[in-house]
């Protein structure tokens, strides 16, 4: 089993920055692809971006890309989201995951474990 646990999650301004932390227990992370999602309120879960075992390869949402940047340390067996450029439309729950896969997906079912998630609010 892998437990997630989510952090840095806030209260920013629009064009501002929140940085996210996920830290894995349990298990090691590194043979798994880890990926960050989001829901808002009386929304679907949706995908925000995945990286594989490796940290080599990234996926991002549309709404997200140029934007988010998605990173890992596995000997820290942690997980990161730079979020820049913030809008008000990016204020949701924000959720790590872990996939026993080596490849990363963006597919919300994909996904095997789940943090409780963190709060992101992004005013205008």
């Known amino acids: 089993q892998v437990q997630l646990v989510e952090s840095g999650g806030g209260l920013a301004q629009a064009g501002g920055s929140l940085s996210l932390s996920c830290a894995a227990s349990?298990?090691?992370?590194?043979?798994?692809?880890m990926g960050w999602f989001r829901q808002a309120p009386g929304k679907e879960r949706e995908s925000v971006a995945a990286i594989s075992w490796s940290g080599g390869s990234t996926a991002y949402a549309d709404s997200v890309k140029g934007r988010f940047t998605i990173s890992r340390d596995n000997a820290k067996n942690t997980v990161y989201l730079q979020m820049n450029s913030l809008k008000p439309e990016d204020t949701a729950v924000y959720y790590c995951?872990?996939?026993?896969?080596?490849?990363?997906?963006?597919?919300?079912?994909?996904?095997?474990?789940w943090g409780q998630g963190t709060q992101v609010t992004v005013s205008s």
């Open positions: 349990g298990r090691t992370i590194s043979r798994y692809a």
């Open positions: 995951a872990a996939r026993s896969s080596i490849i990363h997906t963006l597919g919300v079912d994909d996904y095997n474990y």
